[in-house]
């Protein structure tokens, strides 16, 4: 049995990079995520606008911004954290979520929602941010090079 398939290029021809240490991922990710989250806001702000005016297009940007902004701060955490325990911003993570929906939410009912507030448009707003956002997380989470073990001593090094 023959394939017509192509082998494609030879393996060992040409000069393969290493990749150095990212500065943060964190950063990196909060970077890529917002940027997905502002561009999908923008294009519901445009719709919002058409359909319901200023106030569709503000309620829409409040809606993402506020998602934004609630993990924007997960990860800022995770940024500052890491730097001096990379173990333990998991864990952080975790503990700051109760503060950030306990705070997010004591805000939103008591600060209520004004009178021109589209709730629909206030909510697409959010639910474009939230997809963005993990889309764009879980694309760069699955782009990092994370290790995972520590590498082995090399025991056939002098010792100092």
Not at 45 to 72: D, I
Not at 125 to 135: D, E, F, N, S
């Amino acid at each position: 049995m023959t394939s017509n398939a192509d082998s494609g290029p030879a393996s060992g021809k040409g000069h393969v990079g290493a990749s150095g240490p990212v500065t943060s991922l964190w950063l990196h990710l909060l970077k890529l995520s917002a940027a997905a989250a502002a561009s999908g806001l923008v294009l519901c702000a445009a719709l919002a606008a058409l359909l319901h005016g200023t106030s569709g297009a503000v309620s829409a940007v409040l809606g993402g911004l506020l998602v934004m902004l609630f993990f924007g701060i997960s990860l800022l955490i995770g940024h500052f954290v890491g730097r001096n325990n990379p173990s333990g911003a998991v864990g952080m993570f975790v503990a700051t979520y109760f503060i950030k929906v306990v705070g997010f939410a004591a805000v939103l009912f008591v600060v209520g929602a004004p009178q021109w507030l589209h709730s629909r448009w206030f909510v697409a707003g959010a639910v474009t941010a939230v997809v963005l956002w993990q889309a764009a997380e879980l694309y760069g989470f699955s782009k990092a090079r994370l290790q995972i073990f520590n590498d082995p001593e090399n025991k056939d090094a002098p010792d100092a």
